[in-house]
């Protein structure tokens, strides 16, 4: 089963928090700075749907209103986030250059809100001087820090990802900044900072779509951590509020898996895919099914995520790290190598180290792989899959010593982290003589 590698942007409304980090430091909040602010967050009370159709009916008796084109279009790329629909980020864009050419000049909310659409494909590049256009316009615009932060994040530039995240905690703590907080924490292996974190992202939430997001990364913090009990928790609270939300399915999924009931497994991703058929869902449906003793519907799913590959907008700019591990893990190291330093070049983060690392390995070349494979776990991150591919990378290099510390280390961090690669964890670390 595999988590999500990108948090999705959020926009969100207001909290109040003191903070002390370990490792990274972030400081206390003492209020909110007076000076101007970029109106573009969605009102806290509406869902995205719902907002959209508001600002579409201002705006045919204002159309004048440069930042309620600018929130359209933040509210556009929210619900492409939501649901997956390009066209929602087609109509964002057209929002918001309507904004620009409302007013050409000193638009930071619109600067904004391209920052977000760039992030949303994936153009992190194109996020970061957007963003950087926005936040000098208007130093006092949180979200402005908020699509800093995440194009910092995954140009892997993290101490410039934590000043920015720090400057939007002061402006305005709430479930974004929390939970943008939470991933620095969780990629420095911070475990207890990181739900600490997400922890006041769910408690500052506000919109049904807020707490369904805090819920599903606690969730996923707890099954990361190989907390069942506690994931099945979050998991469960998040569904009795929005029953059909396939994040959420997948995570019950995963949990059902690792407790060894692969029929309600099963059931949970077929309905995630049914609603949502990404790569990371049919993975999972995938790698349940082969558990279950079912290689051949195992193999009619692999057929959908290759075809999904082939779509038009699969770029190297946008393709997924699911993708890479998949065609890794499929025989077919030369696309996962290609991919794979296409996806490095536009998104150099180090959960994208680890999974070229990965293709890299599948291609025979660990050398090069071991180098990725560490700068994938530089920062400490307490990821059991990552630990598991460097242990698998050592071990092609004759490293028995490293290849069991970190098998060691993976199944101490979670012994349900994959059903796909656990049995082979498990198996390994026997051959090398025990956990280290």
């Known amino acids: 089963m595999r988590r999500r590698w990108l948090r999705p942007l959020v926009v969100t409304g207001l909290a109040a928090v003191t903070l002390l980090g370990a490792g990274v430091t972030l400081a206390p909040?003492?209020?909110?700075?007076?000076?101007?602010?970029?109106?573009?967050?969605?009102?806290?009370?509406?869902?995205?749907?719902?907002?959209?159709?508001?600002?579409?009916?201002?705006?045919?008796?204002?159309?004048?209103?440069?930042?309620?084109?600018?929130?359209?279009?933040?509210?556009?790329?929210?619900?492409?986030?939501?649901?997956?629909?390009?066209a929602q980020y087609l109509a964002a864009e057209t929002a918001l250059r309507r904004s620009r050419e409302v007013r050409p000049d000193?638009?930071?909310?619109?600067?904004?809100?391209?920052?977000?659409?760039?992030?949303?494909?994936?153009?992190?590049?194109?996020?970061?001087?957007?963003?950087?256009?926005?936040?000098?316009?208007?130093?006092?615009?949180?979200?402005?820090y908020g699509v800093l932060t995440d194009a910092y994040v995954e140009l892997g530039r993290y101490d410039a990802a934590t000043t920015a995240?720090?400057?939007?905690?002061?402006?305005?703590?709430?479930?974004?900044?929390?939970?943008?907080?939470?991933?620095?924490?969780?990629?420095?292996?911070?475990?207890?900072?990181?739900?600490?974190?997400?922890?006041?992202?769910?408690?500052?939430?506000?919109?049904?779509?807020?707490?369904?997001?805090?819920l599903t990364h606690l969730g996923e913090l707890a099954f990361a951590a190989g907390d069942l009990d506690t994931a099945s928790a979050h998991f469960a609270e998040g569904l009795a509020r929005d029953p059909g939300r396939p994040a959420l399915l997948a995570g019950r999924a995963r949990v059902a898996a690792a407790r060894g009931d692969l029929t309600a497994a099963e059931n949970d991703l077929r309905a995630a895919t049914d609603r949502l058929p990404t790569v990371d869902h049919l993975m999972a449906l995938a790698d349940v099914l082969t558990a279950a003793g079912r290689p051949g519907e195992a193999a009619r799913t692999d057929d959908l995520?290759?075809?999904?590959?082939?779509?038009?907008?699969?770029?190297?700019?946008?393709?997924?790290?699911?993708?890479?591990?998949?065609?890794?893990?499929?025989?077919?190291?030369?696309?996962?190598?290609?991919?794979?330093?296409?996806?490095?070049?536009?998104?150099?983060?180090?959960?994208?180290?680890?999974?070229?690392?990965?293709?890299?390995?599948?291609?025979g070349d660990d050398r090069a792989a071991l180098t990725h494979a560490d700068r994938g776990l530089r920062l400490g991150i307490q990821d059991a899959r990552?630990?598991?591919?460097?242990?698998?990378?050592?071990?092609?290099?004759?490293?028995?010593?490293?290849?069991?510390?970190?098998?060691?280390?993976?199944?101490?961090?979670?012994?349900?982290?994959?059903?796909?690669?656990?049995?082979?964890?498990?198996?390994?670390?026997?051959?090398?003589?025990?956990?280290?």
């Open 106 to 144: 000193d638009n930071a909310a619109a600067m904004i809100g391209l920052g977000a659409l760039a992030a949303a494909r994936h153009d992190f590049r194109g996020a970061l001087r957007y963003a950087r256009t926005a936040v000098a316009l208007d130093d006092y615009a949180a979200d402005g």
């Open 305 to 363: 995520i290759r075809f999904s590959s082939q779509l038009p907008g699969t770029t190297g700019s946008t393709t997924d790290i699911d993708l890479v591990l998949f065609a890794a893990d499929h025989g077919d190291a030369r696309t996962a190598v290609a991919r794979g330093r296409a996806l490095l070049a536009a998104r150099p983060s180090a959960p994208v180290h680890t999974a070229y690392a990965w293709a890299l390995h599948a291609a």
């Open 165 to 214: 995240v720090q400057r939007m905690l002061d402006l305005r703590p709430d479930t974004g900044s929390f939970a943008r907080a939470s991933y620095l924490f969780e990629l420095r292996g911070d475990q207890r900072r990181a739900v600490e974190l997400m922890t006041r992202a769910r408690e500052s939430a506000i919109t049904a779509d807020e707490i369904t997001f805090a």
């Open 29 to 86: 909040w003492h209020g909110r700075e007076s000076g101007p602010t970029t109106a573009v967050a969605p009102p806290a009370a509406q869902e995205p749907d719902a907002h959209v159709r508001r600002l579409q009916a201002h705006l045919t008796t204002v159309p004048g209103d440069w930042q309620g084109w600018a929130a359209l279009g933040l509210a556009r790329i929210q619900l492409g986030r939501i649901t997956y629909d390009p």
């Open 386 to 436: 990552a630990h598991y591919y460097r242990a698998m990378i050592r071990l092609a290099r004759h490293d028995r010593a490293g290849a069991r510390a970190d098998l060691t280390r993976a199944l101490h961090l979670n012994p349900y982290f994959s059903l796909r690669y656990g049995p082979s964890a498990r198996a390994t670390l026997t051959e090398l003589g025990g956990p280290a």
